[in-house]
């Protein structure tokens, strides 16, 4: 069974950074891509940045780029996101997921952490 633990939420200041982690546990770490949604209220699940197995495709969004990035340490079967110059628009739940395949689209991903909450303040 797949498990995915988002951290590394919290409320900062616009400007500011966050890293959100999420740790994985149940299958092969290596051989699946991972992506980070992110969830606003009122607002439908939409795709943030995505990475292969390997690390060798990367994807963003255009409102993230440039200032988000992400990474794999698949020794330690985590994925990271690095979040800098923060503003009210990034706030969100955050979510971690896993797929067999990359890809931009929620429908592509078949498991999912409970989420962190991203706080941007003003």
């Given at each position: 069974q797949v498990q995915l633990v988002e951290s590394g939420g919290g409320l900062v200041q616009v400007g500011g950074s966050l890293r959100?982690?999420?740790a994985a546990s149940g299958r092969t770490f290596s051989n699946y891509a991972m992506g980070w949604f992110r969830q606003?209220?009122?607002k439908e699940r939409e795709f943030v940045a995505g990475i292969s197995w390997g690390g060798g495709s990367i994807?963003?969004?255009?409102?993230?780029?440039?200032r988000f990035t992400i990474s794999r340490d698949n020794a330690k079967k985590t994925v990271y996101l690095q979040m800098n110059s923060l503003n009210p628009e990034d706030t969100a739940v955050y979510y971690c997921a896993q797929a067999y395949g990359l890809?931009?689209?929620y429908r592509d991903f078949d498991s999912w952490g409970q989420g962190t909450q991203v706080t941007v303040s003003s």
């Open positions: 959100l982690s999420c606003a209220p009122g994807y963003y969004a255009d409102s993230v780029k440039g890809g931009r689209n």
